[in-house]
T-cell receptor, first 118, second 112 residues
């Protein structure tokens, strides 16, 4: 069964450094999501792509976070500079589509990247 | 925007007993409500979902109920087993955009 892939699984960095996370969605999935999950809380959407276009980045701290999905397949999330409060699990998810009410827009999650900022 | 509240935050049950987790949502336009199970160190996985045109859905030992008028939905796990121990998240979504808003999670511990 195809799964969403993420790397690295763990990242430790010092504050003010730059970090980057990579996500490879399930093949053929047009929609890709980046979530941040703080320990003990539910995931919070940071950015949503439809193919290569951003459709929602309202919760993305744009002064330090950036995301791209240049060819509409894999995606990179970058933080520069990292701050102590950025320590969290960063989850990537994908879905075949993003509209309607059928199972075609079920979101499938990757294993996440756990970021620790020292 | 949408706000989803989930209770309780932790739930301890004896093996074989039932577990119930409740969620409320704020946006009446939400029409899709999935539940995800996240085991320690693993990815969230969809276990059941319900759409707003349905009041109840069952899949073996798990069931979800939806009350659109009161804007709340619940997850029911019957005959709990140790492998049901995990964190469970509810979520709500409007038709357009597919943005999921998650609850805070419930840590379920099934004691053998």
């Amino acid at each position: 069964e195809a799964e969403v892939a993420q790397s690295p699984r763990y990242k430790i960095t010092e504050k003010s450094q730059a970090v980057a996370f990579w996500c490879d969605p399930i093949s053929g999935h047009a929609t890709l999501y980046w979530y941040r999950q703080i320990l003990g809380q539910g995931p919070e959407l940071l950015v949503q792509f439809q193919d290569e276009s951003v459709v929602d980045d309202s919760q993305l701290p744009k002064d330090r976070f950036s995301a791209e999905r240049l060819k509409g397949v894999d995606s990179t999330l970058k933080i520069q500079p990292a701050e102590l409060g950025d320590s969290a699990m960063y989850l990537c998810a994908s879905s075949p589509t993003s509209g309607g009410s059928g199972r075609a827009n079920t979101q499938y999650f990757g294993p996440g990247t756990r970021l620790t900022v020292l | 925007g949408e706000n989803v509240e989930q209770h309780p935050s932790t739930l301890s049950v004896q093996e074989g007993d039932s577990a119930v987790i409740k969620c409320t949502y704020s946006d009446s336009a939400s029409n899709y409500f999935p539940w995800y199970k996240q085991e320690l160190g693993k990815r969230p996985q969809l276990i059941i979902d319900i759409r707003s045109n349905v009041g109840e859905k069952k899949d073996q030992r798990i069931a979800v109920t939806l009350n659109k008028t009161a804007k709340h939905f619940s997850l029911h796990i019957t005959e709990t087993q140790p492998e049901d121990s995990a964190v469970y998240f509810c979520a709500a979504r409007k038709a357009a955009g597919n943005k999921l808003t998650f609850g805070g999670g419930t840590r379920v511990l099934v004691k053998p």
